[in-house]
């Protein structure tokens, strides 16, 4: 047998932000293939999820998204044309537009978000129930602290 194989190799010691850089890379490379799949940047499958159960303004999809109003004008008109979103008036605004998810858009997040949980989670079950609980925790702590921080609705 060999020993030298990646299968019996230890596992490169990691400090805390090379590790959690690196995990970044492995979910966002997954993310990115399965939003390909269904002809979506990891970006566009992003701002579908943030509107699956909300209707909002230009301005605040820009900021949970931390993208350029015009920037997130571009991915709402793409998603438009495809059928994935659709613009709504605001009443008594006749300036002011929301974006809502169509039934098509919601249909793709869904499939979409299925896939990322049943991968990520094939991964995860690699950590012991009492690893994954205290890696759980950790992370609350660090996306509570990002988005209280910067001020991004969840």
Do not use: W
């Amino acid at each position: 047998m060999d020993t030298h194989s990646p299968d019996h190799d230890p596992a490169p010691e990691l400090g805390l932000v090379d590790g959690l850089i690196q995990l970044s890379f492995i979910l966002q490379a997954i993310l990115g293939r399965l939003a390909s799949q269904e002809g979506l940047s990891v970006t566009q499958l992003r701002m579908l999820a943030v509107l699956e159960d909300r209707e909002i303004g230009m301005r605040a999809l820009a900021g949970i998204l931390e993208l350029e109003k015009s920037s997130v004008t571009g991915l709402v008109d793409r998603a438009e044309r495809r059928g994935l979103v659709q613009r709504v008036a605001v009443p008594g605004n006749r300036r002011a537009v929301h974006v809502t998810v169509t039934d098509s858009g919601r249909s793709i997040v869904r499939l979409v978000h299925d896939a990322v949980r049943t991968e990520i989670g094939h991964l995860a079950d690699t950590l012991s129930e009492r690893q994954q609980g205290s890696f759980r925790r950790c992370l609350e702590t660090l996306i509570h602290h990002y988005v209280t921080r910067h001020a991004i609705p969840l």
